[in-house]
């Protein structure tokens, strides 16, 4: 265990000291928002974050972990308010109404408990944390546009400051600080957002109210919300969520690399697992190596139950028991991921629990790896979208295992797709971001443009009772899957520092004790 913590230390040591370098680098405009503002307009003073503290880690009381100027690591002020206002443009373009006034509400997550007062790690809505960088529970942004006019105002509504809340829960940011901190026009309390939304519709008529009522982020204003329009015969409602995505699904300069540091944390952590595997330990010691080299990296945690799977178990794509033993012979599968202030890497590899691959399995692994390989080149020569490459992916995996031998020889066209469909269920990408399964409203059939970032992740799964297939191939899931950067030329792989090449996973494999 010495020599693991020594090695984990080593490179947590290296990892903060490379994401350091960068935030302390005087020339990392590339962190920062790159749309300038109009000539002859300089930054406002309200681009500025409160001495004081709040609700959450700034760069004056955490100056590790925010740097200065930034209102979350990685994010100024200024980009948040640019996100505020190219929603309000695309909603505006899309309706084409200017003799109505609009009405934006975005709400926080709110607390979720557990078993009695025990809550769950708390875990922001992701549209709502793109437009504000706020991090605190039950919180509503609310953007009022009044009809004929080209500007609109921001209201945020936040838990107040309570002294005897704030000795259980810790500080809370209140309203005086907020407009400071997240750039709005207006702080409120939260308790005063019905009556608000009275008063804007009472006072707006005719009025479309942006909002999705049918979300469980914080379905105690579901009601509210529909009895104000309920009330209000002249309110229209629409759902913001569909636009939001397809913003968020574009990554900025400063978003990336972020990604590129959860990737990076991510692949680390799984390069550590591998060399944390031996015959006889259980799979939640895997685990527990993921978890701990994630958090060594710099990662809140991780970014989602992973998936630790030895030997046939490998076959049950969602497996995340992770309660059995590793065999000799046992292939691992291993799905993880971190999360880095919300942002996500989601990261696949098999290895052998022995260290060596056995003939068939390694046959198997090379198929699964080709077939990522031959994708990613895919994504930057002709850019699919993502259900074609999952089409693509289909007639590669059907064609190898063919001439393997491993399918039979007399089937072609779409029985052979079919067939390998039936050992690779899933689709082979999705979009990745603030969450994991990334601005599920963008459709996998959407041209893929640069700025989006994908996973690549075929895979196999033949379970023990599979007879298509050569009994000596049986029993086993192999899956191999990276981060995928779309840029104007070559696909970035941001995922890149998790091995997977054979001879760098045998190399690695079992060569530190747990």
Not at 432 to 447: F, I, K, Q
């Amino acid at each position: 265990m010495q020599g693991l913590c020594k090695w984990t230390l080593n490179l947590a040591s290296k990892s903060r000291k490379r994401l350091l370098k960068q935030v302390l680098c005087e020339n990392r405009c590339k962190w920062l928002s790159t749309v300038e503002n109009p000539p002859g307009i300089k930054n406002v003073p309200q681009f500025s974050i409160p001495k004081v503290v709040v609700g959450q880690a700034t760069c004056h009381t955490h100056p590790h972990l925010v740097p200065p100027g930034q209102l979350t690591c990685g994010i100024t002020q200024m980009e948040y308010r640019e996100r505020r206002d190219t929603l309000v443009n695309k909603l505006m373009e899309e309706v084409g109404n200017v003799h109505k006034a609009h009405i934006i509400v975005i709400p926080a997550a709110r607390k979720q408990y557990m078993s009695d007062i025990i809550p769950y790690v708390f875990r922001q809505n992701s549209d709502f944390y793109y437009l504000t960088g706020c991090l605190e529970p039950s919180a509503i942004l609310v953007l009022v546009k009044p009809a004929q006019t080209n500007n609109y105002k921001s209201i945020l509504f936040v838990h107040d400051k309570d002294s005897h809340a704030e000795l259980w829960d810790g500080p809370r940011t209140g309203c005086n600080a907020a407009v400071q901190l997240f750039a709005v026009d207006e702080s409120q309390p939260v308790e005063n957002f019905e009556n608000f939304l009275v008063k804007i519709f009472n006072s707006s008529k005719p009025s479309v109210l942006w909002y999705d009522n049918k979300s469980q982020i914080n379905s105690d204003l579901n009601s509210t919300v529909s009895s104000v329009v309920r009330n209000n015969g002249q309110v229209s409602l629409s759902d913001p969520q569909r636009t939001l995505h397809f913003l968020r699904v574009i990554k900025s300069p400063a978003e990336i690399e972020l990604l590129k540091e959860t990737c990076y944390i991510g692949s680390q952590s799984i390069n550590m697992a591998m060399a944390c595997t031996k015959p006889g330990i259980s799979e939640h010691m895997v685990n527990a190596v993921l978890e701990y080299a994630c958090r060594q990296g710099g990662a809140e945690h991780l970014a989602f139950p992973p998936v630790v799977a030895g030997g046939a178990r490998a076959t049950h794509i969602h497996y995340i028991a992770n309660n059995q033993i590793l065999e000799q012979t046992d292939m691992l599968l291993v799905d993880s991921g971190s999360q880095r202030w919300l942002y996500n890497s989601d990261i696949s590899r098999t290895w052998p629990v022995s260290g060596t691959f056995s003939k068939h399995h390694r046959v198997l692994y090379e198929i699964v790896l080709s077939v990522q390989k031959r994708l990613i080149e895919l994504l930057g020569e002709h850019r699919p979208a993502l259900d074609q490459l999952f089409d693509s992916m289909c007639r590669l995996l059907g064609t190898y295992l063919q001439q393997e031998g491993i399918l039979p020889k007399n089937i072609d066209g779409n029985e052979l797709i079919g067939k390998a469909y039936r050992l690779c269920p899933h689709h082979v990408s999705h979009y990745l971001g603030l969450d994991v399964h990334d601005t599920p409203l963008v459709r996998r059939g959407a041209a893929v443009r640069p700025g989006m970032l994908v996973t690549v992740e075929p895979g196999i799964y033949i379970r023990e009772d599979e007879e298509m297939v050569p009994p000596e191939f049986r029993g086993v899931g192999i899956r191999v899957e990276d981060d995928v950067l779309i840029t104007e030329g070559d696909p970035l792989v941001l995922t890149e520092a998790c091995v997977k090449e054979v001879h760098d996973i045998e190399a690695i494999v079992g060569k530190h004790s747990v």
